[in-house]
């Protein structure tokens, strides 16, 4: 089974700062890695597939990068409903397995 | 507009069983793979079970594997999830998440809004 990493775990910024988080699998997922959000009792959203897709309706502040081990989820200019749970998902391998996310906190 | 609606949750005994039911609207059914991921209450996301579009191949968790069968009903757009043998462990809100495709690449692009599942005596 693939282990996702998500660091930090909790990630307290401003708003209208950077957020970089940042998500690591055990062994290489290619490109094949999905970002979600999560807002308080709400179903996740997807943000990004492939690394780096946004998907459809996602504002261009939203970007994501990487391919192998290392994936990066970064958020340009903090809106107040970003503020939220984020998961990464690998879906190279079977099972399918998530990070255990990052939540992102107003500083 | 894609819609997933959950149903089936509630109490369930240690050893016992509940099905849960996805109704599927807004899209072409039986041309996608469907998924059932969980979250226990306070935790992160876990991939339960699979399924592609004919139903011809369904992978599961270790963790569910051989307790749970998901399945699909393409004439009534609805999926479902019979879970047999409950723990205490499988307590948890479960989603229907819609799959990008039919089969892979498997990320899910559109959710319900879960069912939650208790098991407890």
């Known amino acids: 089974e693939i282990v996702m990493t998500q660091s930090p775990a909790t990630l307290s910024v401003s708003p209208g700062e950077r957020a970089t988080l940042s998500c690591r699998a055990s062994q290489s997922v290619s490109s094949n890695l999905a970002w979600y959000q999560q807002k308080p009792g709400q179903a996740p959203r997807l943000l990004i597939y492939t690394a780096s897709t946004r998907a459809t309706g996602i504002p261009a502040r939203f970007s994501g990068s990487g391919s192998g081990t290392e994936f990066t989820l970064t958020i340009s200019s903090l809106q107040s409903e970003d503020f939220a749970v984020y998961y990464c998902q690998q879906y190279n391998n079977w099972p399918l397995t998530f990070g255990g996310g990052t939540k992102v906190e107003i500083k | 507009e894609v819609q997933l609606l959950e149903s089936g949750g509630g109490l369930g005994l240690p050893g016992g069983s509940l099905r849960l039911s996805c109704a599927a609207s807004g899209f072409t059914f039986s041309s996608y793979a469907m998924s059932w991921v969980r979250q226990a209450p306070g935790k992160g996301l876990e991939w339960v079970a699979a399924?592609?579009?004919?139903?011809?191949?369904?992978p599961y968790a270790d963790s569910v594997k051989g307790r749970f069968t998901i399945s699909r009903d393409n004439s009534k757009n609805t999926l479902y999830l019979q879970m047999n043998s409950l723990r205490a462990e499988d307590t948890a809100i479960y989603y229907c998440?819609?799959?990008?495709?039919?089969?892979?690449?498997?990320?899910?692009?559109?959710w319900g809004q879960g069912t939650l599942v208790t098991v407890s005596s």
């Open positions: 998440a819609k799959v990008r495709g039919d089969g892979y690449p498997y990320f899910f692009d559109y």
């Open positions: 399924i592609t579009g004919s139903g011809d191949s369904t």
